[in-house]
């Protein structure tokens, strides 16, 4: 997995979400739980439904699946939703996201 690649992506979905600030509080790469997240992104009304987002970068087409579970684990089991739950925001999905040169993969919680 190359750190490089994953931050281009997390910068690419960090810039095409920009229009969501009127709703939702975007956060990238802060500390919550026992790590740090990719993205968070809060609703401002704490009722709305909020993501947490995980990025990996696969090493082969055939590790794509395994990379993006990866990525989802890694939200739970590092209790990344700590910081919303402490907030009273209890609709929270977990989304991990796996590239590989053109192909994706995401799976969500």
């Known amino acids: 997995m190359d ?11 960090l ?3 920009f229009y969501l ?8 790469n802060r500390e919550a739980g ?4 990719d993205v968070l992104i809060e609703p401002i009304n704490k009722k709305e439904r909020a993501f947490i987002l995980e990025f990996k ?9 395994n990379f993006s579970k990866e990525a989802l684990e890694q939200i739970i089991n590092k ?3 700590i910081e919303l739950i402490k907030k009273g925001i209890k609709n929270i999905t977990f989304i991990g996201i796996t590239f590989y040169k053109k192909q994706l993969r995401i799976s969500y919680k």
């Open 21 to 28: 600030d009127n709703k939702y509080l975007l956060k990238s």
């Open 15 to 17: 810039g095409m979400s």
């Open 3 to 13: 750190g490089k690649n994953e931050n281009f992506y997390h910068g690419l979905f």
């Open 34 to 37: 026992l790590g740090r997240y």
């Open 79 to 81: 209790k990344y939703n």
């Open 57 to 65: 970068v696969a090493d082969t087409n055939e590790s794509l699946e």
